[in-house]
């Protein structure tokens, strides 16, 4: 049993459990957290999750956890796990079931006054406009040529068909294309779960958000990326949907063997992996590639839509309200990378599962307008609470692989939520605070409470603090389209 | 009770038993489509056979229960009724009465191997499955 005695204090909001806790740890794990933070991680299985990753072949430093961590399958949700290149693993768990869950951001310049008698109408349009549900079916059907064109070219293809502008490109990580794809690696059965799935929400905590502005701690630079106190934004939190569900599956599936064949041992079988350089290794990191695009053409297709509904609902009523996108971020992903290990740049391959990458001021990989700034960091907050707006920075590329946390993470299991929350009394509660809510379940709605996460302004305060994400804006929703 | 739910913070978990593996695998595909929640139900569309291959039986139940999964997500057809006819260390094949559902707001993505260890107990043989939602 792992307790608080295990665990030794770094610096302030840095905790580790030295390589001596067990014998299979290659290195030791470290969580960043704040006391409160460090105790409910302490209350699941969480950081015994964080140091089952420290047995990974080829992990490199320390196995890292951000203060959002809670409990997931094989690594915690809020884990980032680098492995060099080339003999490290790359782990299908490490990046999870949904492979590029990740979060848009949106901008406009008309005020939040402005639109708010327009938008119960806006809310449902985009309900109609962007379906919902793990099974839901999208308006685009896809030739298999396109389906293949969206697996190598995510959001490129998009581009290509007018279902996206130039700019929309240019600021999303990796430019809305992962390279390294190659359909062959994709199986018939995912091409068929993904193939009408084409800008859909999925289930579970995704979401489409109508927020304000409500906070900016850095007008300068917040002015650089079209964020202005009160103005209108628009997140969307979705993945890869049944497409990458069924990568995963069948990868982990698969390397039930590969690890007896590579005579790997680990502590749970979740964790099963695969050398970079391997046959195996290779092929899942193609799959996982198209997976990732396949989410990225999701997001873009469902900006797309919400482009539209604000079009059809606001067109002759509001000015100003065209949408621009501030930033576009992968919190599930497996990538390579360079960082430094023992004073050089070395090729890693780094699992963000639950975490952001944010990489800070003079990164090359970063488009040119945004070199000086370092990359926004989306950090939504659980349903009705705030999320935050932060910027990439030095300090993560020393400390965190260039990560940080990617959300409010969960306190409380769903069950319980279920327990103690009424979902229809919950809509009420938050449409009396000013909170429009379109969800097709009510059992969905109450295990995504604000009551079952932690307190998200308390995770992302400990980043700032730390320096390994500084702060921008805070939103606040007024309109949540729920899966 | 054949199947109970059971805490985990981020995703869904329950505790399955049976009198032996193929009760096991069949208390476990009523476990999913309960986890799943209510949904739309159609016409009965038929018997329909699947067959599934593991390294051992963890394996062969994670992968029975993620074909559940696939029928009822890329075709929706929800599995009703359970049948194992053949069962070996690493090779199933089973008999499922299906009906058609709806694109309903069903919960489960995909089911872990997460910590899955098929143990002996006073049932016969129990397992702890945890499902990404």
Redesign the interface.
Known sequence: MLGRQHIERVAEYVWEIPKTFRDDMRVPARLYADEGLLDAALDDNSILQLVNTTTLPGVTRHAIAMPDIHQGYGFPIGGVVATCLPSGVISPGGVGYDINCGVRLLVSLVQVEEIKPHLEDVAHRLYANCPSGVGSCGHLRLSETELDRVLQDGSRWLLDNGYALREDLERTEEFGRISGADPTFVSDRARERGRNQLGTLGAGNHFIEVDRVAEVFDEATAARLGIYQNNVAVQIHCGSRGLGHQICQEYVSRFQKAVRDYGIELPDRELVCAPFDSKDGQEYFCAMACAANFAFANRQLLAHMIRRSFDEILTGKVRDFELYQVYDIAHNMAKIEEHETSGRAVPVCVHRKGATRAFGPGSTVLPNDLRDLGQPVLIPGSMGTASYVLIGTKQAMQETFGSTCHGAGRLMSRAKARKIVRGTQLRQDLTNRGILICAGSMSGLAEEAPIAYKDVSQVVEVVHKLGIGRKLARLEPIAVIKG | MSFQ????????AFRVTGRNMADLLENAARAIQAVN?PRTMGKASGTREIQVE???R??LL??WL?EIL?L???H?LACEQFEIVELKNDHLRARVETRSCG??????????????EIRESPEGLEAEI?V??
């Open positions: 739910e059971i805490e985990h913070t981020a995703d869904r929640g593991g390294v051992d963890e394996s994670v992968n993620n696939y009822e997500q890329a929706q694109q309903d707001h069903t919960h489960i993505k995909a089911v872990t191997f997460h910590n899955l945890v990404d939602v």
